[in-house]
């Protein structure tokens, strides 16, 4: 499993999106790992939960359950309090 929040550095002074996690990304994919970006957290991580998108429906569209969590990774409105408790709720269900 790999799990993304966020995904910027400082580069001459201005935030840049991180090409090091995107390359993680990309070698987890051609592992078959489990790929959770925190798209709400912003930056790499959001264009990650949007491609990772159709991984997670492929890999888990009978469980509707896994389906409505992996959204909610994306929702920038739920708070960092929300986006963990999703979290502990997905990786329960995975667990199942």
Known sequence: MRCSLFG???DNGTTVKSQGMRQEFDIA???????LPVGATGYISEDLWVEAR??????FGSRP???ALYEQLGDKNVTPEQLADIIIDLLAQLQR
């Open 8 to 10: 910027n550095k400082f």
């Open 29 to 35: 994919r051609e592992k078959g790992l489990i790929l």
């Open 54 to 59: 159709t991984d997670i429906q492929s890999r």
């Open 65 to 67: 359950e896994i389906l």
